[in-house]
């Protein structure tokens, strides 16, 4: 019995528990004393009564074998198998019978375990009211049904004619030894189970004893009375008790029912003594009291299928409910530790920016100032230009991995024109273009002309990479770019006479660092993010974009946007910044940033003065007043956001200075809290003459609409 086989499902069949599992609950011996008290009371109730309600040693010796291991459950059944025969000798009547009611016993075990074990699990967890109902219809059932027959079969065998009664006597064999197999086996092995179940009860201790008392207490009354056939009264206690009580506690009140019945039955006192028997010549030579067994067996039944399940489905209902608790529980500190790591991700960025930006400033600002200089010789111009070049070249890669990195879809659309925006957007890939040798148009429709309501930013970086990546691809030829209105919308086409690319290609060109050739003796250089940063970028918009190409025949990507034409607003022309006399206050932490700054405004007539930080910066604006303030955000001592809120709760006219934010703080965040802070403006480092003074002029511009607005209300 020993050996385990598979069967055709592929299922496993196995005897003994595996030797694996945790050894739990009473010890060998304690399974034998309970059989030998069975066989004892068992036989006590037939010497006394002529009858018994429940025969359970089979039972309890079917729960020993399910939850020891080999050599303990041997030893088990070798004793209890001797003790029965013991008893039967004990007992007296033939020998063949003393033997055979042995065998017969030990085949309803073996043959329940077996079935047990494959219909059921190996370890038989009771916790599940499915695997009980699976224990009782595929195991305990056939198993009793089994021994019954058997038992019958022998019977007939040795009256040699069927007896009147058998069929009853079988019948009540059958009801007896299922209900024993129903209550006291889970019952047992919930009870070695019961360390699963410690945290499970929501009573206490006093609670748990209230209730056992309650259940007891019905249970005496109801079966201490004659009058009338209230059983049902049982029912509401010991069903609180199952959804209160865990299901150790509840098979053990469940075996106090049947007992405290059971004994008052066979003593003829409770309702069961109350049902009336259907006169049956055959049957009259039986004691009344066994032929009423079968309502009371129909009762436990109910008492079973009723508390049992009750009692599996509230402990499993509290620990799922716990499970989820602690997975929700889990799931918290898991949205904390992201929320967390996402907090840490973008000071990293901001810091990355900042200080990528700072040093670009210097290389851009100063190549930018020397290709000025009228003293310079065409190769000094070369050589400048170079710097400017790979300057502007790093910081759109810096721009692209650190917008890659960051993520984000939010969309801030204003009115912006048309024109402005893609002339910015292509003029650093035509430059590039021309230095190629190759032709570059730009043809903007008149109806596309104009002001739309767009995000001005998203729209010039998808124009800037696909067209960067026209000219990177085209060797010779030309790079188109056409401009259109379609509805109520944009569309892009831009168009090259490059490589082109396969299928394949084409399929993952729009996939974050894809290349068309990733080999290290690539020709075109490139970290393979444009492209996906411009789908990112338009999708955003709300629009698509897609490619054609053919290998050697050039591509042409078609970008449309929803971009709604938007109404010019009329206003006086501003003077140019080189014909004011203004006064301008730098303040950055950087002495080459300072440095730079001034020499771009002197170029333009400015006055200017310089702070290290915001507390300098305050006290330079007490001793005289400026016409613009140009606030570095990252400082020390005071930060440009703490200067410039203590600049606005000055008293007028201080409070009044237009202040610019002048940062490597460039993300659109960034601008919204330079904003908030009370800056009119925000222009990102690295900053170019042109954009410096582009910059100022739309702070001035907006101050003045502000003043003209605040003067007409």
């Given amino acids: 019995m ?51 309600v429940l025969w359970p040693a089979n039972a309890v010796l079917l729960a020993a074998v399910l939850q020891l291991h080999r050599r303990p459950a041997v030893a088990v059944i070798g004793a209890c198998a001797a003790v029965n025969l013991i008893g039967n000798v004990v007992r007296g009547g033939p020998v063949v019978m003393m033997f055979t009611n042995v065998a017969l016993n030990m085949t309803q075990v073996v043959v329940a375990v077996l079935l047990a074990r494959r219909f059921c699990g190996a370890a038989l967890d009771m916790r599940r009211p499915w695997r009980l109902f699976r224990f009782a219809v595929c195991a305990a059932a056939p198993a009793v049904l089994l021994s019954t027959l058997l038992a019958g079969g022998v019977a007939i065998l040795m009256s040699w004619k069927v007896p009147g009664t058998l069929g009853f006597r079988m019948h009540h064999l059958f009801d007896m030894e299922m209900l024993a197999m129903m209550i006291v086996t889970p019952s047992l092995l919930l009870l070695a189970r019961n360390h699963r179940f410690r945290d499970d009860a929501q009573a206490t201790l006093t609670e748990a004893a209230a209730l056992l008392a309650l259940v007891g207490g019905v249970s005496v009354w109801v079966f201490s009375q004659t009058s009338a056939p209230i059983m049902f009264a049982i029912f509401p206690p010991l069903i609180l008790l199952a959804f209160r009580l865990c299901p150790p506690t509840t098979a053990g009140a469940v075996v106090m029912v049947a007992a405290i019945g059971g004994v008052a039955t066979l003593g003829g006192y409770g309702p069961i003594v109350l049902t009336r028997l259907t006169p049956d010549p055959v049957l009259d030579a039986l004691p009344a009291v066994m032929r009423q067994m079968n309502v009371f067996h129909l009762f436990l039944l109910c008492v079973v299928a009723t508390a049992l399940p009750i009692t599996i489905l509230s402990t499993e209902r509290r620990r799922l409910v716990e499970r989820l608790k602690a997975r929700t529980q889990a799931a918290l500190s898991a949205r904390q530790r992201a929320e967390a790591a996402y907090a840490v991700k973008g000071r990293f960025l901001a810091m990355m920016s900042h200080e990528m930006r700072t040093p670009l400033t210097g ?16 190769e000094g111009l ?13 910081l759109r890669l810096v721009e692209d991995l650190l917008e890659v990195s960051r993520g984000g879809a939010e969309v801030t659309p204003k009115a912006s024109d048309v024109r402005q925006m893609i002339e910015e957007a292509v003029a650093p890939s035509r430059e590039w273009a021309v230095i ?66 396969d299928e394949q290609t084409r399929a993952g060109v729009f996939g974050l660092f894809e290349q068309g050739d990733a080999t290290t003796s690539r020709a075109h250089e490139g970290a393979g993010v444009g492209l996906a940063l411009a789908k990112n970028h338009i999708v955003c918009l709300g629009g698509a974009v897609v490619v ?41 932490d950087h002495p080459a940033n300072r440095d730079l700054l001034r020499i771009m405004l002197q170029a333009a007539d400015c006055e200017t003065a310089e702070a290290a930080d915001g507390q300098q910066a305050l006290a330079a604006l007490a001793v005289q007043p400026f016409d613009l303030v140009l606030m570095d955000v990252r400082m020390p001592v005071m930060d440009g956001m703490a200067a410039t809120r203590a600049i606005r709760a000055l008293d007028a006219p201080l409070r009044d200075v237009p202040v610019l934010a002048v940062t490597a703080e460039a993300m659109p965040e960034d601008a919204a809290r330079c904003i908030a802070a009370g800056m009119d403006g925000h222009l990102a480092k690295p900053v170019t003459q042109a954009k410096l003074y582009a910059a100022i002029e739309a702070v001035f511009d907006a101050v003045a609409e502000r003043v003209d607005a605040a003067q007409a209300a």
């Avoid at 043809?443 to 990546?469: C, F, K, W, Y």
């Avoid at 009329?570 to 301008?584: A, F």
């Fill in 548 to 588: 054609e190409s053919t290998q050697w025949g050039g591509s042409t990507f078609t970008l449309t946007v929803p971009a709604a034409v938007v109404e010019a607003v009329e206003s006086e022309e501003s003077v140019p910044l080189h014909s004011r006399r203004t006064r301008i206050l730098i303040v950055d």
């Fill in 382 to 394: 070369r050589q400048v230009d170079a710097v400017r070049h790979c300057g502007e070249t790093m």
């Fill in 436 to 501: 190629k040798g190759l032709e570059f148009a730009l043809t903007i429709a008149p109806e596309a002309e104009g002001q739309v309501m767009i995000d001005a930013r998203r729209l010039r970086q998808s124009v800037h990479h696909l067209v960067n990546n026209a000219v990177k691809f085209t060797g010779r030829g030309n790079v188109t770019v056409v401009v259109d209105r379609v509805e109520d919308g944009l569309s892009i086409v831009v168009s090259d006479t490059g490589c082109g690319m």
């Fill in 363 to 378: 290389i851009t600002g100063y190549a930018d100032l020397l290709s000025r200089r009228p003293c310079m010789d065409e």
């Fill in 2 to 52: 020993g050996l385990k086989w598979v069967n055709a499902e592929g299922g496993r069949w196995r005897f003994f528990r595996h030797e694996a599992g945790r050894a739990a609950g009473p010890p060998p011996y304690a399974y034998v004393a309970l059989f030998v008290l069975c066989l004892a009371a068992g036989q006590w109730s037939m010497n006394t009564f002529g009858a018994t």
